[in-house]
T-cell receptor
Framework: AQSVTQLDSQVPVFEEAPVELRCNYSSSVSVYLFWYVQYPNQGLQLLLKYLSGSTLVKGINGFEAEFNKSQTSFHLRKPSVHISDTAEYFC???????????FGQGTTLQVKP | NAGVTQTPKFQVLKTGQSMTLQCAQDMNHEYMSWYRQDPGMGLRLIHYSVGAGITDQGEVPNGYNVSRSTTEDFPLRLLSAAPSQTSVYFCASNGGSLNTEAFFGQGTRLTVV
């Protein structure tokens, strides 16, 4: 079975500090991995994706994530956050053989001044 | 360039009423999905489709029906609404293994009283 677990429901951080949002996945088949961001009262926007190749992927707004196959993780990082990064972040896994896109529970990033 | 269009944006139903949430995409995507978003539970997959005439159940299919008669449209039907179906519903589409980014509609906020 395919599943995605986001280990933190809320992450408070001060402005200009670094942040890491954790994501672990499980799947018996190859998956593609994604991070999406949702600003209040809006839909989901793609931050970055891992399909194959380099395990370090860079996305929009200065975010990056590292795919670690041995630890089945895909953690999201940003070296210096801004107030405008306050949002909910979702990790997701797409099964290569079924087309099912499964999401984690979400992590609320709260950036404080 | 419309992308994924969901209608309506807001809806209030009485318990036992039926309704259809509409979803249309103009990107010729094979895969389409319906999710519900509830606080602390992320996005849960209700039903998905890998092409016209093909649908399958996701994580929380009970109380919902879907059909996929065309590539463009993927309506979600609530046959007899229940308060437990109060949620925000998102439709998504993606192009399959060669184009795996999912695009989301803006959501439908449904309240069942």
């Amino acid at each position: 079975a395919q599943s995605v677990t986001q280990l933190d429901s809320q992450v408070p951080v001060f402005e200009e500090a670094p942040v890491e949002l954790r994501c672990n996945y499980s799947s018996s088949v190859s998956v593609y991995l994604f991070w999406y961001v949702q600003y209040p009262n809006q839909g989901l926007q793609l931050l970055l994706k891992y399909l194959s190749g380099s395990t370090l992927v860079k996305g929009i707004n200065g975010f990056e994530a590292e795919f670690n196959k041995s630890q089945t993780s895909f953690h999201l990082r940003k070296p210096s956050v801004h107030i405008s990064d306050t949002a909910e972040y979702f990790c997701a896994a797409l099964s290569s053989n079924t087309g099912k896109l499964i999401f984690g529970q979400g992590t609320t990033l709260q950036v404080k001044p | 360039n419309a992308g994924v269009t969901q209608t309506p944006k807001f809806q209030v139903l009485k318990t036992g009423q039926s309704m259809t949430l509409q979803c249309a995409q103009d990107m010729n995507h094979e895969y389409m999905s319906w999710y519900r978003q509830d606080p602390g539970m992320g996005l849960r997959l209700i039903h998905y489709s890998v092409g016209a005439g093909i649908t399958d159940q996701g994580e929380v299919p009970n109380g919902y029906n879907v059909s996929r008669s065309t590539t463009e449209d993927f309506p979600l039907r609530l046959l007899s609404a229940a308060p437990s179906q109060t949620s925000v519903y998102f439709c998504a589409s993606n192009g399959g293994s060669l184009n795996t980014e999912a695009f989301f509609g803006q959501g439908t906020r449904l309240t069942v009283v």
